[in-house]
């Protein structure tokens, strides 16, 4: 097997309706015959096409190297998206190509990233070439929101959740080590400033229950 090192991302330059009701594989095929027919390669030149509704097909197998980018094919996987004619190499992900195929290319990149972890760069054919192809910043794209660990169906929408509940997790952990860092302090002290820092805790906790039962008071009497 080749070494793989870097995932390198183009577009299709094609209108946004290109072939609108055919398979992604017919796209494929057809992306093919301009490689093979028209340009003499052996194959399609990227690995992957994403079509507009997140779909992944297949081009040329991975164990071959692709033809996608100037000196960069031999350790790279080039990825397609369809899409992007008329787009500049200074547009947004969103200006040429669709949200399914935002999460498509992140759910795909995480994927072989697990496959191949001498992956180490993202980066867009614009970054080799004065072309405007992928038609955004590819590497700066991938920095705002790393490929999901999730895995799941490609094309599948990503959830959230595990971020939510990851915050979720540390402000459990940072509160209870608050509470063991007072019970600590606690045990350092003698008997009688035990007395008086457990009375002190206990007052501040009345207090507390106080100002919380004047609250309720308030908001079931109307203040809200
Ligand atoms: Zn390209």
């Not at 302090?185 to 457990?198: E, F, M, P, R, S």
Request: charged share 20%; proline share 3%.
């Amino acid at each position: 097997m080749r070494h793989i090192n870097e995932i390198i991302i183009h577009c299709s330059a094609t209108p946004v309706n290109w072939m609108s009701g055919a398979e992604a594989q017919a796209k494929v095929n057809e992306i093919r015959r301009w490689h093979v027919e028209e340009r003499g390669w052996s194959d399609v030149g990227y690995s992957h096409i994403i079509d507009r509704d997140g779909t992944v097909a297949l081009g040329r197998p991975i164990e071959k190297a692709g033809a996608h980018t100037k000196g960069r094919n031999a350790n790279s996987i080039g990825i397609c998206l369809i899409g992007g004619q008329g787009g500049t190499a200074n547009d947004v992900f969103g200006d040429n190509f669709t949200q399914a195929q935002d999460n498509a290319l992140r759910t795909l990149i995480a994927g072989l990233k697990r496959e191949y972890p001498t992956i180490e760069k993202i980066s867009g054919h614009n970054q080799y070439a004065a072309k405007a192809c992928p038609c955004f910043n590819a590497s700066a794209w991938y920095a705002r929101k790393p490929a999901p660990e999730i895995s799941g169906v490609v094309g599948a929408q990503q959830r959230s959740k595990p971020t939510q509940s990851r915050t979720v997790q540390a402000t459990v952990v940072q509160g209870a080590s608050a509470v063991g860092g007072a019970v600590g302090a606690l045990n350092a002290l003698d008997g009688t400033a035990q007395i008086v820092a457990l009375a002190g805790c206990i007052l501040i906790a009345a207090m507390a229950m106080f100002i919380m039962r004047e609250r309720l008071k308030a908001w079931a009497s109307g203040w809200r």
